[in-house]
Structures are given as structure tokens and as C-alpha cells.
């Protein structure tokens, strides 16, 4: 255990794979990230993000921080534990999925609007503060009655929540937009943009619409109809507001929802009296939006759709790290060495499987991690090169090592 | 609400100061981070960090995260939702401190030796994976009776905690001795590491000693005994182990526990049967330390110890920001943000007060705030110049705008 030299030698890694995914588990995602060593499960609906999973969740996270702070939204992070209070002043408390607890003095939250509007009122001075919004970054808690889809639907999973607050619904119908397009640019930095689907779904008690965006996959949770034609998406919720012939047009698939936007309107501001005087003295009520992305779920669909049975392959802004480097034996060690050396001088993130492994064994552990570079030194290979393989364009050819790092895109 | 440009401006963070602390509020730290606008009480013990309070808190996070990785230290992150047959293979099911939930199937993790002995246990080949470490920051739950000490005794809190896996007890005295090491780089690099005393304490049922890292402040809620010969301290729970003479020599004082170490022995391995076969195929126990600090009690402690009733100081570490920019009017802006951005050009983070306010309230503010360098524009400063405060240093004079930037040390 010495100082990391910022390249990650695989034998220092809390690390292993597995060669059967684990017994009666169903879930595609789950079945290969326990098996690639990414994740534990715990319990039910509860996992532990082992050293490569972390790596790939706060990849995600990055990503999506980077496009919420873009769109103005104020990074906090507010608390598991609510007053029980909190959820009787918005009439939520009896919702089924909320675990109690502390003597049914206190819940865990499941969703944060209980918190965050009291926080803003008391942080927002003025109507000259609107629009604002914060977001968060926090673990959430819902007690799901059979949580079977891995990281899918947990009871205790990683979310992205914003929230945006507005004098005008006008207002929040434009800041709306501008979320909507950075959800965008974070499924598509995520690897998952051509599968992604703006949905029309049932805005409830709120608003006309809210809206979901589907990853379609053939093991996905949900059936949503695909509108060629608009380039969106409905969920079945509401395929009852359209005509047989409409639906006739749209194409049934299966997909994972991978984030939602709502438009709350003045429902939790007025319950806890959060208005503000405007210009003119008025007191206007407050206008909410509200923004999730699962970040562990993320985990979880980027698995489900880019994995097969025995292999896996991440998409370049969440790989856990660039280049995998892969001696096939003690005697290239030192190449091998050599190798990770120079990518990491140009900026690459490297895993060097530096264990007494056979090569057979290195390679197939290579597949299920699922790194997007491979550079592997074997016997055969001449000096000065590496057999490179950019898994994602599945092309492999030997090249020399000063090539290398510039073949690798950079995460 | 537009992309920052790497300068935040004042007028875009969901933030304000309060010309009086919480009514009611006993405790320093959160007398001060309150007011501050650092954090939000959400309940007793229950505390959301607000913009600048989470820039503190991720500073502290990432000086851990890094002297934890530097003795070798596997990040992970486990969950808080533990089932409750983890604690009775344990015994420790009935700890008053758990919250229970779930209908008493799971419980809040206010520790995770429940959790990460069998983790490891499955994650461990081998004796020759041995020793290794593993190390979490995530959120803790404690059912504390009467939390009244703001930020330093939660109900949901903060927490770095390792724990290392070792194949004997001389293993982990050598180890135990290496992240002693490491916790006083960290506390000397949260601008702790003077008043920060190796402390002796009893070892439980687990071993002779544990050690704590106490933070000496008239406010503390502990009191220990300082061996000014030794350049150690010892924990009032040891007291009677030594002579009437011994203890005359001993200096008492009041401290915040701001760490603790544990060597636990094999108590947790044996509970879980987690054995490896050593080199000649006969099974070893394993021996575990674990290491904690409260990443939330260290923003908490900071503040305490340094800050009087209307000013903060934050070390340069921990600090939300390098340097608060303060234009004193609007005819400063222009100068004010060019200022600003010069320091960015240099990497320096900047906070940069475009508000519309009165010089007085935005002084008094930037006191309350405590970035550690001030750079303010006037009326009355010369064109190319600025009035720089280093307030750790308690100096302020007018320098060039071109000499500011090395003026401030970088965080």
C-alpha cells in the first residue's frame, strides 16, 4: 500500500471478478456489474459501489454537475432525514414508498421538495433573486415493496435533484427548456444519446405534461411509443389522449427511464407560504420545476445497454479509466510499465494489470470491465509497440507507443 | 442564470447572511455557519449545506480522499440501508443510537464494520491481497438523544471512514501507525494541525488504546489531558490508569474530537467468518483497523475554533474561495470584475461581489464569509491597484493589480 503514481496498478485494487454472475439474480445490469466487480448488493434494491464503480458513478456525476452549474443551478445538499413535520405540511405523508423511522418522528427522503422549498424561502430575499435554482447531488431512499432490476430501482440509490424557482409559470416554461436541452448533453456525454427519447408523460395533479427521457433497450422496465415523425416519444400513461389512428403511426419499445423533468407550478410553494412582494409591493406566488436523474440508475442503464453476457464496454466520459494496459506475462512487466508511464504523462487514466495472471484469464477480466482502450504487450509484440484495441470501434492493430496516447481519446 | 465563467458572482448564489444568529441556538459553530450562510438546520442534529458551506465540506472532502489514497487507501461507497441480520451477526443490533426503519428489517448505518467485513470478505482472494484498505466519505445516521452541538454531534453526518484488512496484529500496528501519520497531514492541512493533540483513549473491548485527534478550543465539548513532555494528550476515560504524580504533570483542557482510530482486533472478522488460508493452506484470522473522521464535524470545528462572533478565516485549504472580490460601489464594477478575472487566469478560485449593495453590508458580510484574501476597489483606489487583505495575516495594503495574484497563496 505506497502512494498511487496516478497510475491504478490492478493488484492494489479491493478488486475482483467473478466467473458465474450471481445465483437467481435476474437483472441484466446487476448480473454483470457484480460480476465485473463494479457493485455488491447488500440487500434487495441496496448496493455497494466497489473502487471501478465509484469511479464510473462520479464520472456520471461530473457530467452532470458540469451541465446543471452551466444551466445556473447552485450545487447544495440537503438531508436524508426529514421531519415528519415537513411532509405533513404538503399532505405527503402517507405515501407508501417512504421509510419511517426515529419513532415515526422522521422519514427518509424519497424526493426533496419538502426540504428545498422552506430552504429557498428562507434564502430568497427579494423577487430580484428569481429565477434561481439548486440541485443536488445526494442519496435517496424509497421503499420499493420488490426492487428485482438491480440498479434500475433501488431503496436506496444515487440522484441528481434540481429545483428551480420563478415568479411566472412564462418564466419556468423558458428555464424549462434550457433543462431539458442540458439533460440532452448529459445523456449524449453519457454514451446514451442516440437511444434517448424526449417523452411526453402525465403531469398528475401539476401541470398537462411532464416529461421523461427513455433509453430504449430490449430489457428496458417501460413501453413508450416512438413518434418518428416529431422525433419524441409518449409514455402509456397517456396514449389514452390520442386518437386509434395517431397511435397507429407510433412504434412500441421497451426502455429505461433515465431522467425526468415536472413542472410543479405553485403547489409546494403555497403550501409552505413561500411568496414574495413584487416590484410593486404584490405578493406573487412562487412558480417550481423539478429535475431528476438517477445517477446510480445511470450506472445501471449504461450497463444494461452497452454489455453483453460476458463483456462490457463504457463509453468514454464514464469509463472508470481510459486505458487498460496488459502485460501478458511476468517478462513484459517492465514494457507494460513503460507503456502506463507514457499515457499517464499525456493525461490518460490507466489501469495496469500488473497480477501473476495468466493471459487467457487477464483478457477475459479485461472483457467484463469493459475499459474502452486495451494496450496489451505480449511476447510476440516488438519492441517499442503495443496491440491497441478501441473496443468501442472494435478495431485492434499494433502500433508504436508514441502513437498510442494519441489514438486514445482523451476522457 | 448563464454559464459561470469560473468567477461566481454573489448576485447568482442561492446565499444570504443574517444580522443575528438562530434564536435560541446554543452552539458556537452553528451560531456562526448559520448566520454565515454556510448551512441550514433542518432539525435537531440535521443540517443542509448550502452553496458556500458545500465548497467547504468538498475542500475537506478532497484533502481526506487524498491522504487517504496516499497510504493506500481503495475508495467505495456503501450504503446507509443495512439490514438489520448484519447487526445481530454482531451483536450490536440493540446499540441505542440506531435508527431503525423498514418496519425493523434495516437499520441506518451509524458505523459499517457490519458492511465491510463481509464485503471484504468476498472481495479478498487471497492472503497475498493482504493487508489492503478500503475507505468511504457518506452519510452517517446516530440517534442522538439531545444533539445541541450545531455541526460537531449530528443525527446525519458526514464521515470518511477506512478500514484495513490485515494477516496479523504486527501488520496493523505498523499500519495503524502509517494513517496516524496520514490524519496529521490532514488536520494540518485544514489549518488545525497546531491545535491538534494525539490522544490517548481506551480501546474498548477491542484493544489497550485507541487514539483520538483533539482539537484544543475553550468551546470543546471533551476534556483531555496534555503530556506537554510527550507532545500527546490523554482522554479522561484513561485518567485512572495513571498515578496521582503522573496527573499532577498533565494539563486539562477542553477539545473537539475532530478523528479517532481503532484497532478492532479480529473481533469483526471472527463474527462473520472471514478467514484465509495463509501459504502452507492453514486458515489465518484476519485483524481490522478502522479509521474515522467527520468531514461535516471538521466544518463545524474549523468554524468553532476559528471564528469570533461576527468573522470567519477559513484556512486557505478549506476555504470556499481564494479571494473575495469587493467592488464598493457600482462605479467599480468594471475594475471590480477584471480584478477578478485576472486572479482566474492565475487558477485562483474567486468570489466576486456584484450586488447592489451598500460597501458597509458587503464588508460586514465578507467578515461573516471569511475567504481568507479580500481585494477591494473604491472609489479612492488608484486605477491598476486594489486594497488586499490577507486576513489570517491580519495585513492589508494597496498593491498592483498585476502583483495580487502571487500575493495569494494558491488552494
Known sequence: MTRSQGVTRQSTLAHRTRREPPAGEPSRNARILERAGYVDKLMAGVYSFLPLGLRVLRNIEDIVRDEMTAVGGNEVLMPALHPIAAWEATGRQDMPILFRTGGDTAVLGPTHEEV??????????????????????????????????????????????????????????????????????????????????????????????????????????????????KGTAINKEILDRYTPEEIAELEPVRAIEVGNIFKLGTRFADAVGFRLPDATGVPQRIHMGCYGIGTTRLVG????????????????????????VIPLSAQQHQRAEEVAAALHRRGHTVLLDDRPARAGAKLADADLIGIPHRAVVGARTEEGRVEHSDRLADVTRTVPVAELAQLVTAV
Chains 1, 2 share one sequence.
Not at 453476457?309 to 486505458?323: E, K, Q, S
Request: aromatic share 14%.
Open 301 to 324: 442503464a449504461i450497463a444494461e445497454i452497452l454489455s453483453t453476457d460476458d463483456a462490457m464496454v463504457w463509453p468514454a466520459g464514464v469509463a472508470p479509466y481510459a486505458v487498460h
Open 116 to 229: 428545498v422549498t422552506p430552504l429557498m424561502a428562507a434564502q430568497v430575499a427579494s423577487y430580484k433573486d428569481l429565477p434561481t435554482a439548486v440541485f443536488q447531488i445526494q442519496n435517496k431512499f424509497r421503499d420499493e415493496a420488490r426492487p428485482k432490476s438491480g440498479l434500475l430501482r433501488g431503496r436506496e440509490f444515487g440522484m441528481k435533484d434540481m429545483y428551480s424557482f420563478h415568479l411566472s409559470g412564462a418564466d419556468l416554461e423558458t428555464y424549462y427548456e434550457q433543462v431539458a436541452d442540458a439533460y440532452r448533453r448529459v445523456f449524449a456525454r453519457c454514451g446514451l444519446g442516440e437511444v434517448t427519447h424526449y417523452t411526453y408523460a402525465s403531469g398528475g395533479d401539476f401541470c398537462e405534461f411532464s416529461h421523461e427521457f427513455q433509453a430504449v433497450t430490449p430489457h428496458g422496465e417501460d413501453t413508450v411509443y416512438l413518434d418518428h415523425g
